[in-house]
């Protein structure tokens, strides 16, 4: 715990840097990561700072079982097998200014992803979808911008229940905004436009609001 990791690239690893189990309070500054199964992976661990992340050709950040981590400032693009960013039973993370492209998905939350608070997200021409939340709850999702290309959705919500979205821009996607078996969600200030099939699709899902 307690480490300062400043000004590193690290590349053609299975993860370019990893904070594993009962590493808290670490400071990540200015990381390259590329070609990496992961750039970086957190597991287990909590209250870390990263600040700069760029990485591409490979895989992105990745959360798991951890909380209360701070994110600022990533760009992971061309991961075209797996996520830019891919929470997974992790909770109360704050992540923004976010650009992942021409990833499989932008980013993924998982299951037992709840409360976190993602902000600033560009998520461009992914193979998949720009967003994908499965099963998480509570979290917030600000100032989106979604375009170019996803191939599947703009935005996907399967099982995921009383999440907030706000502020989005989705354009030129094969689909927009996809809700399966998800209840008690919320759209607000939304373009949805230029897409080759359906805006919006909801498929038992209830009491949600798009406004």
Do not use: C, K, P, W
């Not at 996520?83 to 704050?94: A, H, K, V, Y």
């Not at 375009?147 to 979205?165: E, H, K, M, P, S």
Request: aromatic letters at 6%; proline letters at 0%.
């Amino acid at each position: 715990s307690n480490n300062l990791i400043t000004g590193i690239n690290s590349n053609q690893s299975a993860n370019g840097i990893y904070i594993g189990i009962g590493s808290n309070n670490n400071a990540l500054t200015n990381i390259t990561a590329n070609l990496n199964g992961h750039a970086i992976q957190i597991s287990e661990s909590y209250n870390n700072t990263l600040t700069g992340l760029t990485a591409s050709d490979g895989g992105g950040l990745y959360i798991r079982f951890s909380s209360n981590n701070m994110v600022t400032g990533l760009t992971v693009n061309s991961n075209s097998e797996g996520s830019g960013i891919l929470l997974e039973s992790s909770s109360d993370n704050t992540i923004a200014d976010i650009t992942t492209n021409s990833n499989n998905y932008g980013i993924f939350i998982g299951s037992g992803s709840d409360n976190n608070n993602l902000t600033g997200i560009t998520a461009n021409s992914n193979g998949d979808s720009g967003i994908y939340i499965e099963s998480g709850s509570n979290n917030t999702l600000s100032e989106i911008t979604t375009n170019f290309n996803n191939r599947q959705y703009a935005i996907v919500l399967a099982g995921a229940n009383n999440n907030r979205l706000t502020g989005i821009t989705a354009t030129e996607n094969r689909r927009g905004i996809y809700l399966s078996g998800s209840s008690n969600n919320s759209f607000t200030e939304i373009i949805n436009s230029n897409t080759e099939e359906d805006g919006i699709i909801l498929e038992s899902s209830s009491n949600n609001t798009f406004r």
